[in-house]
């Protein structure tokens, strides 16, 4: 087969470009732009350990690129995304800057060896006591500075929701877990258990402060304590941006409404701003919870810095947390900068690994008593998310990033330098309220409407689609939405109406013979409620009977007419039949 001339110029560009060493070029383009990143600045910073020698991309044709010369293999992933897996010999660097900016080719660049590290203090114990959860009478400390757990749990603990741990792997049997299995991006098998190094505990403790079972008369309690743990064993050696990014769309996969992330680089420097970590995070808010968005959560990390360059963090679907110590001021260590949205307390009681982890309380190894760091914050967050989402399933991620903002407690506001917005670079939006952030979602989706339209078939004229109203225990309906499509048509592509009435007419929009199908929901301050059954019918000729001894201005009129409805301004009222044929006979009257 003849290969298309620019595929074959394409080809041969590379070709040349992958033959030449390109010395001293050792830069390649992070996204669609013109910005360049260097890989001697990168791996200076501790973050970059290397290139895997592949390039990750967003192509239009795969197949096209599967076929240039150099290319070994093109690899699907998940999403929009490919791996192109070079040929021996070949320079991933010039190979990459070859690719860049051609037609059908949104973005390329190397898929580079990353170092990710826990931000957490493991050895730095402060309470044995889970105080930031309910302050009250918790040994003197203040009493403002926990989340106002038991007032959010009057109302939701999590159940439903699942809390992706992207972190060191979660202890699979920890008796105050319930643990679903995901990968070892590590190992690279289905066991996502902890290894036996120092920070293996780190990803079992996250997920206690999450989500450890509570009211089960053992160990300790999760904020969202009826929640299931997803577990992602990502942390425990170098790693690459595939892995990472497959990490991501795997939680997402599985159905987790949280992705709960306790880790990040090294330093706040060398942070490649490549378009992947863009990808990946607009994967969780596309395809999570069918269309809604799996909520993003990091911590900001450890080192007293400024991350505004952090390429993960900084994204603004991301809920980058700062560290809170018990007397509600930044933990000195937490960074600050533009990236962060909310604070959380840190140094609690968790679960541990049950042998070999940080440490003991009250002479059970599973638990310990000094989980810090914005490690410890991240998982408050997270768990304050899931509490979220069980109280309104309908809430976007970009809903929940709002009203976690909207309902923080100001802290620190003598030092906290807040802006206008009431906005702080060191605590963001102040510190999380699980009370207030739930109180205000929690609501109940309107029931589905009940359609009053119930015949097979529905005169040219008078294709009237009308409901009675939605039952909603909120009483905030304030729409309804109504989706039709005819025979044939894919559902998916059905037309809509959105109205504050109890119908909509079609008149004009279908013909006869056309076969309709239709059903309506309610609407509401989070979205919408339940759909309806699909109605359906057939559009047919209004039926005319012949008026006798009318005289020259008699005209032809409907015989009959289905039992359906009428309109009227004060809304849709139901007719009896005979009233129904009454009010449509029309008669002109003589001059």
């Not at 064993?233 to 595939?242: E, V």
């Amino acid at each position: 087969m003849r290969t298309a001339p620019g595929v074959y110029t394409l080809a041969v560009m590379l070709t040349l470009l992958c033959g030449l060493s390109w010395a001293g070029d050792d830069t390649f383009f992070a996204g669609p732009g013109p910005e360049r990143l260097s890989m001697a600045s990168l791996e200076a910073g501790g973050t970059v350990r290397g290139r895997t020698g592949a390039l990750l991309a967003r192509v239009d044709d795969p197949a096209a690129i599967a076929a240039l010369a150099g290319v070994a293999e093109v690899r699907r992933l998940r999403g929009r995304l490919v791996r192109i897996v070079l040929r021996g010999g070949v320079d991933d660097l010039a190979f990459a800057r070859g690719l860049h900016g051609r037609a059908g080719v949104h973005w390329v660049h190397p898929d580079l060896r990353l170092a990710l590290v826990p931000h957490a203090a493991p050895d730095d114990p402060w309470y044995a006591q889970q105080w930031h959860l309910d302050n009250t009478g918790q040994g003197g400390r203040i009493a403002d500075v926990d989340i106002n757990a038991p007032e959010a749990w009057a109302l939701a603990t999590g159940a439903g929701v699942t809390i992706a741990v992207i972190d060191t792997g979660v202890q699979l049997d920890h008796p105050d877990l319930i643990v679903i299995p995901g990968h070892d991006y590590v190992d690279h098998d289905e066991d996502p258990s902890p290894a036996s190094d120092d920070g293996a505990p780190h990803g079992t403790g996250v997920a206690g402060i999450a989500a450890a079972i509570g009211n089960n008369a053992y160990g300790v309690t999760g904020v969202a304590w009826a929640s299931e743990v997803y577990a992602i064993r990502l942390i425990g050696g170098d790693t690459s941006m595939t892995d990472l990014y497959d990490a991501f769309a795997e939680a997402v996969d599985a159905g987790s409404g949280v992705l709960s992330n306790s880790w990040g680089f090294y330093g706040c420097d060398g942070v490649p701003a490549a378009q992947v970590f863009n990808e990946m995070i607009e994967y969780a808010e596309d395809e999570g919870r069918g269309g809604l968005g799996s909520v993003v959560v990091f911590a900001a990390g450890n080192d007293n810095c400024n991350n505004s360059n952090d390429a993960l963090v900084g994204n603004n679907k991301v809920v980058a947390v700062a560290a809170l110590e018990w007397w509600d001021q930044r933990a000195s260590y937490s960074n600050y900068g533009s990236p962060l949205d909310i604070a959380a307390p840190t140094a609690l009681l968790t679960t541990d690994l049950t042998a070999g982890g940080y440490g003991s309380y009250g002479g059970d190894d599973g638990f310990w008593e000094g989980f810090s760091g914005t490690s410890g914050a991240a998982p408050v967050v997270s768990g304050v998310v899931a509490l979220m989402l069980e109280a309104n399933p309908r809430l976007t991620a970009k809903q929940v990033r709002a009203v976690l903002a909207d309902t923080a407690a100001k802290v620190d506001l003598q030092n906290g330098a807040w802006d206008e917005d009431g906005w702080s670079p060191y605590y963001g939006y102040g510190r999380i309220d699980a009370a207030a952030a739930v109180a205000a979602v929690a609501s109940s989706a309107p029931s589905a409407p009940v359609p009053i339209l119930l015949r097979d078939t529905v005169y040219v004229d008078r294709v009237i689609l009308a409901w009675e109203p939605a039952v909603d225990p909120d009483g905030d309906v304030q729409f309804a939405t109504v989706r039709w499509w005819l025979d044939g048509v894919d559902p998916s592509l059905a037309a809509e109406f959105n109205t504050a009435g109890r119908h909509v007419d079609l008149d004009g929009d279908v013909a006869v013979g056309d076969v309709v199908h239709w059903q309506v929901a309610a609407e509401d301050t989070w979205g919408l409620g339940a759909w309806s059954t699909i109605q359906s019918f057939t559009v047919i000729e209004k039926p005319v009977a012949i008026v006798a001894d009318a005289g020259e201005d008699a005209v032809d009129e409907p015989a009959d007419e289905p039992a359906a409805c009428a309109t009227g301004h004060g809304g849709f009222t139901l007719l009896g039949a005979a009233s129904i044929v009454s009010s449509l006979v029309r008669r002109r009257v003589g001059r």
